[in-house]
């Protein structure tokens, strides 16, 4: 199978609630990367919408590392847990759907190295365009 990584990262304004997602998928040395804007979110909301926004771009069955330098909580089974449980089901769902296997690399404490990352990827994956994307998934989180 395939091997495909994807970094997110985001930010977001606390006053205004307004985020933006930065993914990259990276698979052999060649790149796709993908933004957007979200309202009404946080930072990790954003970065769980990087995530499903690169899966959409799968084509096929792969495995997946997912890096972000914030945490992602799932038990041992792998069921979401803590906060944003949908859409972390639905990255869930999505993936399985494609057939993919996952692992998640959190890069704790490590946003400036994601950056950087990201960085680097922007500057070899905007010789083509980059997937602008405006969304948001209308899921209640309320615990």
């Not at 692992?103 to 500057?123: A, C, N, P, Q, V």
Request: aromatic residues 8%; charged residues 25%; glycine residues 6%.
């Amino acid at each position: 199978m395939k091997e495909v990584t994807i970094y997110s990262s985001a930010s977001c304004n606390w006053n205004t609630q307004e985020g933006r997602f930065f993914a990259a998928l990276e698979y052999q040395g060649h790149y796709k990367y993908i933004t957007g804007i979200q309202t009404d979110t946080t930072a990790d909301r954003c970065i769980l919408t990087g995530f499903l926004q690169a899966v959409h771009l799968i084509n096929e069955p792969c495995d997946l590392k997912l890096v972000t330098a914030t945490r992602i909580s799932f038990d041992l089974i792998g069921n979401p847990k803590g906060r944003n449980k949908e859409l972390k089901q639905l990255l869930l769902d999505i993936m399985k759907e494609k057939q993919c296997r996952f692992e998640i690399d959190e890069w704790t404490g490590g946003g400036k190295r994601l950056k950087l990352k990201l960085s680097k990827i922007i500057k070899v994956a905007l010789k083509a365009e980059p997937i602008d994307v405006i969304t948001h998934y209308g899921v209640d989180d309320s615990d």
